[in-house]
């Protein structure tokens, strides 16, 4: 089983970028957690993080033609507004989506309230830091094995 992780844009600043918001664990160790979770559930995961709406839509869809069984995206700051990533989400609708945020965009500023992309997801995991990502792809594992 393989499962595509999607970051969107600043999400390779981690450890850089408002440290305490998003923590000091730098983007490399995400990819490694990432990977030995992946191990531990006996699934193969790639990891994939693009600054670009365009490369983020090319990705999801190439999930439809590349046998991916489920998808984790933290869409970053396209979650709020794009709906192009989301229609590319929509248009994978039988493959499971979990969306996810380090943060807990809930009790942040107003404009983070609101997801584009969370509708035509299969759920979402916000404000666990880094190991949300964990429980993402448990999350889409497990809804990737009941289909």
């Keep these: 089983m393989k499962i595509l992780v999607i970051n969107g844009p600043n999400i390779n600043f981690l450890g850089i970028r408002e440290p305490g918001i ?20 006996g699934v193969e995961v790639e990891v994939f993080q693009s600054n670009h709406e365009g490369a983020i839509i090319d990705k999801i869809q190439e999930a439809y033609y590349n046998d991916v069984a489920g998808i984790v995206i933290n869409p970053g ?4 507004y794009s709906y192009a990533v989301r229609d590319a989400l929509a248009s994978v609708s039988s493959i499971p989506k979990i969306e996810v945020h380090i943060s807990n965009v809930h009790t942040r500023e107003e404009f983070r309230h609101t997801s584009v992309t969370v509708p035509v997801c299969n759920g979402q995991v916000v404000g666990l830091g880094l190991k949300g990502y964990l429980y993402a792809l448990e999350a889409v594992k497990d809804l990737a094995d009941k289909k």
Excluded at 22 to 41: A, F, H, P, R, T
Excluded at 77 to 80: E, N, P, R, V, Y
């Design 22 to 41: 998003y923590g000091e664990q730098n983007y490399d160790m995400l990819v490694s957690m990432i990977q030995d979770k992946s191990n531990q559930l």
């Design 77 to 80: 700051a396209f979650t709020h």
